[in-house]
T-cell receptor, first 109, second 113 residues
C-alpha cells in the first residue's frame, strides 16, 4: 500500500493546454511538497504546502487537508514543462517522508 | 543552483565494497536529508539529520549509515554493496527540521558491478 498516490502516471499535452496532476495521501501530514525532476535527473522543489493555495508563475498548487488531496496545475503549458512531477509528504509525527511514484508529463509543441 | 553540493557525481564500484557519499548543505541550512532513487522503487527517504543529530530514519538498510559533522556537511556510508544498491542518491537540505522547503543536490549515481 502506498501512502502517497499520484494520478495520472503519464500525461501528454499540447502546448498551451491547462494541466492538472493529482496527489492523494493516507497519512497525517505536516507539509506536502511538489517536486520537479527533469530528464537529466536533477530535482527542484516547486512548492511546500500545509494549507490553501500557492502560485508561482504558471504553476498553482492547492491542498485540501480534510480530503487529504493536493493538485498541481500548470497553465499555458510549454514543452519546457516536460518533466516528472513528484508529490511528497512530511508526516505529522515528524519521522517519515513519503513520495508518490511521479507523473511523467510531456508537452508537445 | 540550489546551493547543495554532492560529491562524487558518479561512482562505479564492485559488489562487497564500501563507498562514502558526501553532501554539503546550502549555507544556513541545518537539516540534511538523504534519499535513494532506484528504477524499481522510485524515491525513498533514507535518513535525516538536524544540526548534527539524527532526527528521522526511513527505509535505510543496516549496511548503510550516515552522519552530520559540526560544519554541517553530511556523509552517507554504504557498505557490503550489492547490485541492488545501484541507484541515484540525493541529498537535500532545509533551514529547519520540518515544514521548510527542500533544496536538492544533483545526486550521486552509484553503479555496483
Amino acid at each position: 500500500k502506498n501512502e502517497v498516490e499520484q494520478s495520472p502516471q503519464n500525461l501528454t499535452a499540447q502546448e498551451g493546454e491547462f494541466i492538472t496532476i493529482n496527489c492523494s495521501y493516507s497519512v497525517g501530514i505536516s507539509a506536502l511538497h511538489w517536486l520537479q525532476q527533469h530528464p537529466g535527473g536533477g530535482i527542484v522543489s516547486l512548492f511546500m504546502l500545509s494549507s490553501g493555495k500557492k502560485k508561482h508563475g504558471r504553476l498553482i498548487a492547492t491542498i485540501n487537508i480534510q480530503e487529504k488531496h493536493s493538485s498541481l496545475h500548470i497553465t499555458a503549458s510549454h514543452p519546457r514543462d516536460s518533466a516528472v512531477y513528484i508529490c511528497a509528504v512530511d508526516t505529522d509525527t515528524g519521522n517519515q517522508f513519503y513520495f508518490g511514484t511521479g507523473t511523467s508529463l510531456t508537452v508537445i509543441p | 543552483d540550489s546551493g547543495v553540493t554532492q560529491t562524487p557525481k558518479h561512482l562505479i564500484t564492485a559488489t562487497g565494497q564500501r563507498v562514502t557519499l558526501r553532501c554539503s548543505p546550502r549555507s544556513g541550512d541545518l537539516s540534511v536529508y538523504w534519499y535513494q532513487q532506484s528504477l524499481d522503487q522510485g524515491l525513498q527517504f533514507l535518513i535525516q539529520y538536524y544540526n548534527g543529530e539524527e532526527r528521522a530514519k526511513g527505509n535505510i538498510l543496516e549496511r548503510f549509515s550516515a552522519q552530520q559533522f559540526p560544519d554541517l556537511h553530511s556523509e552517507l556510508n554504504l557498505s557490503s554493496l550489492e547490485l541492488g544498491d545501484s541507484a541515484l542518491y540525493f541529498c537535500a537540505s532545509s533551514v529547519v527540521s520540518a515544514n521548510s522547503p527542500l533544496h536538492f543536490g544533483n545526486g550521486t549515481r552509484l553503479t555496483v558491478t
